[in-house]
């Protein structure tokens, strides 16, 4: 049976199907949080203690009895008498009574029997001994409670969450030295055409450089995986086969690009269907571009056969490899950031399939516009242009300039 003729599903369907037949094993490895930004959580975190553990003043000022300063006001100010100094790291051993308050700075903890902090701009010194209050403040104003920023046991962040430079600021606060963060996926990249050649090396007429194992390494890499370039595989069946299985056996997951001719394509076809069982589950995607992208799980581990075209095999990517590694390091799907923006130009498309239209994201007077970035299927300088895509849903057949719409931004 010739490739063109495909029984076409929906990317969300296709996923669906990999997710079905795909159960990803967990692998750990335990790691200080200074050596973990990035990294996917393997298991929730619990603080193992509150935070802060003493209440402490948000404010330059006097720690006070909110109840002494009731009434008062510039005109009619309550007189308390300072009894002593409190600096940040120090143990504040004063006892406030009534009547009285002590300089407090901020960070500083709060003496006992105090309960709010007056803002230094809302007093006068009068003497050493007596300060004039200017303004009342209410129990708990400008004091951050014991535990108020979170408590013994509370969930700090959940599996699945990848490290952030507050998160790891965060672990480091409760004394969390130490987190069971998930092992990177080895997913291999096998590129696949007689006209390739390596990036550094000078093509010689009618070859290219092969540029798609290096893109798809970054986003990998960028998701959360670990990229294993497997090199160029020759249209020929031995050589692509021997290569295939190899790198089948030392990864989690393989992502094949397939040359461009239909026969390259019946090649990737042929190879995946004999790494293992259940073998293919969807040839066939109804997007443009994208369309004879090959979804698989031979023997427990993902195979997806991704279009030759450079720009073909990154948009399919973004729309499957990203979400399948997720899946595989145990993160929940998370909604792409989106903005926004009013179409510049039209955009022609046919029902049946979801397009999927770079564009450049143009700020007026306030507000974004989206440009389409018109040109052939295969200019990956179409993509390096782009802020982002616009998707056209299954059973439209384009929008007009002046629709809203809104651009999946890219990351990074």
Known sequence: MSAEFFNVATVQAGLEKLFAHWSPSYQSVILDPRAALG???AE??????RLPYFARSTMDGYAVRAADTFGATQSLPAYLTCVGSIQMGQVAEISIKAGQCAEIFTGAMLPAHADAVVMMERTQKLSEAEIEILAPVAPGENVVQIGEDIETGATTLPAGHRLRPEDIGGLLA?????IKVAVPPRVGILSGGDELVPPEVIPAPGQIRDINGPMLAALVQ?????????????????????????????????????GSSVSSRDLTRDVIGGLGQPGILQHGLAVKPGKPTILAVCDGKPVIGLPGNPVSALLVARQIVVPLLRYGLGQKPIPPVCIHATLTHN?????GREDTIPVR??????????????????????LVRADGVVHIPLNSNGFKAGTPVEVMVFNG
């Not at 409760?174 to 130490?178: D, F, I, N, Q």
Request: charged letters at 20%.
């Open 347 to 351: 955009i022609a498309s046919v029902t």
């Open 222 to 258: 960028q998701t959360g995986g670990h990229p294993v370039l497997l090199g160029i595989a020759k249209d020929e069946t031995a050589d692509y086969h021997s290569r295939a299985r190899a790198g089948f056996a030392e990864v989690d997951m393989l992502l094949m690009t397939a």
């Open 174 to 178: 409760v004394g969390v030295l130490a």
């Open 361 to 382: 994201l143009i700020e007026r007077d306030g507000n974004w516009q989206a440009e389409p970035l018109f040109g052939k299927s295969n200019l990956i300088f179409t």
């Open 39 to 41: 990294r996917i959580l």
């Open 44 to 49: 929730p975190i619990y603080s193992p203690e």
